[in-house]
Nanobody, 128 residues
Framework: EVQLVESGGGLVQAGGSLRLSCTAS????????LGWFRQASGKEREGLGA????????YDSDSVKGRFTISSDRGKGTVYLQMTSLKPEDTAVYYC?????????????????????WGQGTQVTVSS
């Protein structure tokens, strides 16, 4: 059974930083791309970026480039989302998701329907 468990969310002041973790079980990071998404209240789910842990290649969204960084630790089966310079508009539920490595385009890996497995999400709230 595949499980993705996010952690690290919470309340932070504007300008602060948070690091989210997503620990995967039941799959290998060598075979799956893991992506990060967020969904603010009343809005569609938005792709933030993804990482192919085998090659280290990342697929980044222009909307958060320069502030959010994705990394992974294959030994721990964990993918991270480091968020800096947080803004109130970053408030959302953050999800990680996994898809078998197939294509190599940013648009594919930022598109939520591309993904097979999803975590339960972790809330991030940025206060002004």
């Amino acid at each position: 059974e595949v499980q993705l468990v996010e952690s690290g969310g919470g309340l932070v002041q504007a300008g602060g930083s948070l690091r989210l973790s997503c620990t995967a079980s039941g799959l290998s990071l060598d075979e799956y791309v893991l992506g990060w998404f967020r969904q603010a209240s009343g809005k569609e789910r938005e792709g933030l970026g993804a990482i192919d842990s085998l090659t280290g290649r990342t697929y980044d969204s222009d909307s958060v480039k320069g502030r959010f960084t994705i990394s992974s630790d294959r030994g721990k089966g964990t993918v991270y989302l480091q968020m800096t310079s947080l803004k109130p508009e970053d408030t959302a539920v953050y999800y990680c998701a996994a898809v078998h490595t197939t294509y190599y385009t940013t648009s594919y890996y930022l598109y939520p329907p591309s993904y097979e497995y999803w975590g339960q999400g972790t809330q991030v709230t940025v206060s002004s």
